[in-house]
């Protein structure tokens, strides 16, 4: 009798191991399987409805494109890429110190927020024709774009990390003898670590939009100049394509940002979350 439960045990979980395997790999394909649908449907629409290529080109013509103009992408895209990881890395370094001084000090917080919020009020393209009268059309309007438009969250959560960190507890490593210092450095930016990397992965894919954006106005090369090139000689199955090749770095980038938070803060994570 031992033997049949110690058998029905060792049974059901394996059966349970091989479920939860099978389940991890349920959720790593189904967003593959929903782009290939959507690909498909956006191929089988433009087969039914016979639509012109300069109005939606089907996806074998914008695969057909990127393989016509591979250099010219190829080129293009690094330099969206390194504009857009220059602006975001600025960001990442002044959003984080002035996060974690408006986190750490009331008086920064009151004093520093609402510049923040009407900072981030402005609309990013209005500024741009600015930065091409001070700094010239090229690489540094889209730099500062990039930061503009990735500044904002990045600030906002790791002040959030840092003012969400429990009364009780401060009181407690007060009463300890803890310095202001010692709290910040051993607690606060440790607790702050799930908000910084939840706002680095909206920041930088916030950071590619700026950078199209300001290439698209006053940009001399990147996948935003080839699309407006694009546009005006009607080729629209390389707008597609520079829009596809900027989904693919967006994805990209966040997801090395999303390794790096899993290896980082697994302490902060729960399995499944609210929706397990």
Same mark, same amino acid.
């Given at each position: @009798?031992? $033997?049949?439960? %110690?058998?029905?045990? %060792?049974?059901?979980?394996t059966?349970?191991a /091989?479920?939860g395997?099978?389940? /991890?790999?349920?959720?790593?394909?189904?967003?593959?399987?929903f782009?290939? #649908? &959507?690909? +498909?449907?956006?191929q089988?629409?433009?087969m039914?409805?016979?639509?012109p290529?300069?109005?939606?080109p089907?996806?074998?013509?914008?695969?057909?494109?990127?393989q016509?103009?591979?250099?010219?992408?190829? =080129?293009n895209?690094?330099?969206?890429l390194? $504009?857009? +990881?220059?602006?975001f890395?600025?960001?990442?370094?002044?959003?984080? $110190?002035?996060?974690?001084?408006i986190?750490?000090?009331r008086f920064?917080?009151?004093?520093?927020y609402?510049?923040?919020?009407?900072?981030?009020?402005?609309p990013?393209?209005?500024?741009?024709?600015?930065?091409?009268?001070w700094?010239? $059309?090229?690489t540094?309007?889209?730099?500062?774009?990039?930061?503009?438009?990735s500044?904002?969250?990045?600030a906002?959560?790791? #002040?959030a990390?840092?003012?969400?960190?429990?009364?009780?507890?401060?009181?407690?490593?007060?009463?300890?003898g803890?310095? /202001?210092?010692?709290?910040?450095?051993?607690?606060?930016l440790?607790r702050?670590?799930?908000?910084?990397?939840?706002?680095?992965k909206?920041?930088?894919?916030l %950071?590619?939009?700026?950078?199209?954006?300001?290439?698209?106005v006053?940009? /001399?090369?990147?996948?935003?100049?080839l &699309? @407006? !090139? !694009?546009? !005006?000689?009607?080729?629209?199955?390389l707008v597609?394509?520079g829009?596809?090749i900027i989904?693919?770095?967006?994805?990209?980038?966040?997801?090395i940002?999303?390794?790096?938070?899993?290896?980082?803060?697994?302490?902060a =994570?729960?399995?499944?979350?609210?929706?397990?």
């Open positions: @009798m031992a $033997a049949d439960v %110690a058998t029905k045990a %060792a049974t059901d979980a059966g349970g /091989r479920k395997l099978s389940t /991890r790999q349920q959720e790593a394909l189904l967003p593959w399987l782009i290939g #649908s &959507m690909v +498909l449907l956006w089988f629409a433009c039914a409805l016979d639509l290529a300069f109005v939606l089907s996806p074998v013509a914008v695969g057909a494109s990127i016509k103009w591979a250099l010219p992408i190829l =080129q895209a690094a330099f969206t390194l $504009a857009t +990881l220059c602006g890395a600025i960001a990442v370094v002044l959003g984080g $110190a002035l996060g974690v001084a986190g750490s000090s920064i917080y009151r004093g520093m609402p510049v923040l919020i009407g900072f981030n009020s402005i990013k393209v209005a500024v741009v024709p600015l930065f091409v009268i700094f010239g $059309a090229g540094v309007p889209a730099i500062l774009t990039a930061f503009l438009v500044f904002f969250p990045i906002v959560n790791v #002040s990390g840092l003012a969400n960190v429990e009364p009780e507890l401060l009181d407690v490593l007060r009463a300890l803890a310095s /202001r210092s010692d709290i910040l450095r051993k607690v606060g440790p702050t670590l799930p908000y910084f990397f939840a706002s680095l909206v920041s930088v894919t %950071a590619f939009v700026g950078a199209i954006i300001a290439e698209t006053a940009g /001399r090369d990147g996948i935003g100049y &699309m @407006m !090139a !694009a546009t !005006a000689n009607f080729d629209t199955a597609f394509a829009l596809t989904s693919l770095m967006g994805i990209m980038m966040y997801a940002f999303a390794f790096i938070e899993n290896r980082m803060t697994r302490w =994570q729960r399995d499944g979350g609210m929706m397990s």
